[in-house]
């Protein structure tokens, strides 16, 4: 089956100043996201990508502007099963001031079970995900055949969740990986198991340089909600 590259959307202003986006319209990519997209042609010149499919979330878009300007012939198709979580109530908010809320510690720790006032399950999120992906590969196959490489731009959340249905891991461990914005994020499908040839590669080292603060080093620190603004 094909091989699908997932694409973390490029750093937003909602990840610099702390916010929770989720589904929040008019969530546009910052300075230093402009730069990472505009340096996404590059980094997958040597792909032959036989399509992208997008979230239909405005940083995701903005995201791919520049890869499509450099490929011309390449199919763009919107997908709405790769969209951000839906936060419901929590969308909006300042990550600091969710982090004193019962549900967080259930996020973190069993997310499985949690549910977002006004909002979507992680399960939900997740099985849509999976549903998205279980569709494009056998389109992206029957069209371009067993060998297509595609890419997909979507959140952190959904990719994680990916991720986990890809290694066979429950929903409630999915907090333990990490994809930093316009990180790649490579899984190969075939007819009997998927393989993950590549996770969270930036090409970029300087977030596992040790923090500024010696206060926050060695500590425990939970998983980003919404997937982290990445290095600094």
């Known amino acids: 089956m094909a091989t699908l590259i997932l694409l973390r959307h490029c750093r937003s202003t909602a990840n610099t100043s702390g ?10 990519l910052d300075g230093r ?43 763009l198709f919107t997908e709405d099963r790769i969209s951000e979580c839906d936060y419901g109530d929590w969308s909006g908010r300042k990550l600091a001031e ?6 967080m510690e259930v996020v973190q720790h069993h997310p499985s079970a ?17 549903d998205a992906v ?13 060998e297509a490489v595609y890419l997909m731009c979507s959140h952190g959340d959904i990719i994680k969740s990916l991720v986990a249905d890809a290694v066979g891991i429950h929903l409630d461990l999915f907090q333990r990986i990490s994809v930093e914005p316009c990180s790649v994020t490579v899984i190969r499908y075939t007819r009997l198991r998927p ?7 930036t090409g970029d080292f300087r977030s596992l340089a040790p923090e500024e603060d010696e206060g926050a080093a ?3 620190r939970d998983a980003a909600l919404g997937g982290g603004a990445g290095a600094p």
């Open 19 to 28: 916010v929770l986006a989720g589904r929040t319209p008019g969530v546009a």
């Open 218 to 220: 060695g500590t425990e």
């Open 98 to 103: 969710l982090n004193d809320e019962p549900l």
């Open 33 to 75: 996201g402009a730069a990472q997209a505009a340096a996404l042609p590059a980094r997958l010149a040597q792909v032959p990508l036989a399509a992208a499919v997008t979230s239909p979330l405005q940083r995701c878009q903005e995201t791919l502007s520049p890869l499509l300007e450099a490929r011309p012939g390449l199919p």
């Open 114 to 130: 949690a549910a977002f006032p006004g909002g979507e399950s992680m399960r939900a999120m997740q099985a849509r995900a999976v």
């Open 195 to 201: 393989f993950l040839v590549r996770l969270g590669d």
């Open 134 to 146: 279980r569709y494009w590969n056998a389109r992206i196959e029957a069209e371009h055949g067993a």
